[in-house]
């Protein structure tokens, strides 16, 4: 064999051992001893971290998230939500202006590193705004750990969006993405994308956080508090330790992305037990406006469950929904959510979104700065199941406001790729569209292609395959295809790469002596299989499948009834003809979609009424 060809050949058979490779994950633990100076919104820590390679690479170097830097004007965050004007997050504005240009010096945030050493040894480390890189002084060879002790002080920021001092409600501190966190490795390499504002990524990881602050304050967190009996608000009966002034809370919590606590002097705290699981946490300010808290334990339980059966069992100890943020987050085993609610229907609508995060965020762990369509959409599909169970309406199906919001907003004319990155949507309602409204559409839309009870299958199989895991979305296409038998690459492509829509129609009924010849149209640029139904003077329902040719096999069944087979319909064909044996008596209405869940984005052309 000559040199260049045994050279081209040993290039083909790495690339291949590359994508063959056995899939691998990172972990760390936290132990961390926090000092809160209440009255002046900082705090000191100290930090040690055992960090595990498990990865087949050799690591020099290391980053961590300095998420807190972040709040501050002329910030990477200031800048691009100035550079958005009215197009961007209303939260982070006033007006079409940023909100972080007018923070004031001494509320800005800060995470001042002192030191950072590696087994002993102080490194060298360099700070690029909300990313730390830090050259190690011994590399960490695969399959090894190495132990990280580090010292910093914090500024609580101004509360602008998720974390911060004296939020909008009059909670004091939201502590979420508030300590030095390492940076995801995985085999697209580090996870260092700059804190903009959207989404999060990190290894799993043990926490045992220990937290010093006035003994006046209540902390919620997402873990489990080891001395109850020492701090106030969890034990009726508890004796306050208190060492000059200052109450210590011990916090530990396993296998988690994150740890966010949230302190406040008026908060009250009320829990109960799921069946089967979790332990619930409510923690929030109880007055005139949360009252509608007090009605919310029925219905959590009932979403747990309805959860833990269709979407796979929650695997954490506990949950708490802590009054903190500035609308809803998801962190690790809590969310922090606003308070203020106008009925029970509105908070548990809040409620059911952060908590599924803890399947399509937490125990599902993708990577949400890359495909935040996994993440938000996902748990969008989760909510909108669950609230439909929990508050019924006469729907033709849970998720017809998502598809109708979307048609609506196609019609703007602004709409953006899914597949887009997070932080890089130049519009926020774009992005809300991409990665929520889309994101959960991508799944009503595979229910609709290959039949609900397999994409049921799909999402359980999912789960039970890459739960406590990341997770991409070509593992979770291979999962889909391997249920349904079907070739489902064509429709990821066209959905999340592309703002391509679907526009099917009813072109022309034809009626015979003895039949009826329906010519139906594809007006749009995404082909799909077609639901084709009639219904008979006598109210009997037909259905037939058109499948469409790339799927290479079709559905026979669903939960919305059984299908007659018809011929395939080719992706290149703009039209299709279908005879059925009923003559124009014999018919009341024919028509595409009774289910209503194909995202077609003109419906006035989909029905005809026989008269």
């Known amino acids: 064999m000559k040199k260049s060809a045994a050279i081209l050949f040993a290039f083909i058979i790495s690339q291949f051992h590359a994508q063959q490779g056995a899939y691998y994950q990172q972990s760390a633990k936290y132990k961390m001893d926090i000092d809160v100076n209440a009255e002046k919104f900082t705090y000191q820590g100290n930090q040690t971290l055992e960090y595990t390679n498990n990865s087949p690479d050799e690591l020099h170097v290391v980053y961590f998230h300095l998420y807190w830097n972040a709040f501050k004007p002329n910030s990477m965050m200031d800048q691009r939500v100035a550079g958005q004007g009215k197009n961007g997050d209303s939260r982070l504005q006033k007006d079409g202006v940023s909100r972080l240009a007018s923070i004031p010096k001494d509320q800005e945030g800060a995470q001042n590193i002192h030191w950072i050493k590696q087994n002993g ?9 909300t990313i730390m890189k830090v050259y190690l002084a011994e590399p960490i060879k ?24 004296n939020n909008k409600e009059g909670v004091d ?20 994308f700059d804190y903009i504002g959207r989404e999060f990524h990190a290894p799993f990881s043990d ?32 004796k306050i330790k208190a060492d000059k002034n200052k109450a210590t809370w011990k916090w530990t919590a396993k296998n988690m992305l994150d740890f966010a606590w949230s302190a406040d002097r008026d908060y009250v705290v009320k829990s109960f037990d799921v069946p089967q699981g979790p332990k619930v946490f409510l923690v929030y300010q109880n007055n005139e406006k949360t009252k509608v808290w007090e009605e919310a334990q029925p219905y959590i339980t009932k979403y747990f469950q309805l959860m833990n059966s269709h979407f796979g069992k929650y695997i954490y100890p506990t949950y708490a ?65 669950v609230m439909y169970q929990l508050f019924p309406e006469d729907l033709p199906n849970p998720f017809a406001h998502s598809l109708d919001a979307y048609r609506n907003f196609i ?21 809300t569209y991409a990665s929520y409204v889309k994101g959960e559409l991508y799944l009503v ?44 690459k064509w429709f990821q492509n066209y959905w999340i790469n592309t703002t391509k829509t679907i526009d099917y129609g009813i072109k022309d009924v034809k009626y015979e002596a003895k039949s009826t010849t329906i010519t139906l149209v594809n007006n749009g640029q995404v082909p799909m299989p077609i639901d084709f139904s009639i219904i008979t003077t006598d109210k009997k329902i037909v259905n037939y499948q058109i499948p469409m040719n790339m799927t290479h096999t079709w559905k026979e069944k669903d939960i919305y009834g059984d299908f007659k087979t018809m011929a395939y319909w080719p992706w290149t064909q703009k039209e299709y003809s279908i005879t059925v044996p009923y003559t124009k008596s014999q018919l009341s209405a024919v028509g595409i979609d009774f289910s209503q869940r194909m995202a077609d984005i003109n419906l006035q052309d989909n029905f005809v009424e026989v008269k």
């Open 121 to 129: 040894k102080t490194l060298k480390f360099e700070i690029q705004e």
């Open 142 to 165: 695969p399959n090894s750990t190495t132990t990280f002790t580090m010292d910093w002080d914090a500024v609580i920021p101004q509360q602008i969006r998720r974390s911060g001092r």
């Open 173 to 192: 501190m939201t502590m979420t993405q508030w300590y030095p966190k390492i940076a995801e490795y995985d085999y697209d390499g580090w996870a260092t």
């Open 207 to 238: 926490f045992d956080v220990t937290i010093k602050i006035n003994k006046d304050y209540v902390i919620g967190a997402g873990g489990i508090l080891e001395n109850p009996a020492e701090v106030k608000g969890y034990d009726t009966n508890a």
């Open 321 to 385: 929904f802590i009054q903190g943020g500035d609308g809803g987050m998801e962190y690790g085993m809590c969310t922090m959510i606003l308070g203020e609610a106008k009925d029970i229907k509105g908070l548990m609508g809040l409620m059911a979104h952060e908590g599924a995060h803890s399947w399509y965020q937490q125990m599902l762990a993708t990577n949400e700065s890359m495909r935040p369509w996994m993440d938000e959409g996902f748990t969008s599909y989760a909510e909108n199941y």
């Open 411 to 431: 019609k703007k004319g602004i709409e953006e790729p899914a597949v887009w990155l997070g932080d890089h949507h130049d519009n926020g309602t774009a992005y």
């Open 445 to 488: 839309q595979l229910g609709y292609i290959m039949g609900e009870q397999n994409l049921v299958e799909t999402l359980k199989q999912y789960y039970d395959q890459w739960s406590m895991k990341h997770p991409s979305d070509r593992d979770f296409l291979h999962i889909a295809q391997k249920v349904s038998g079907m070739d489902l």
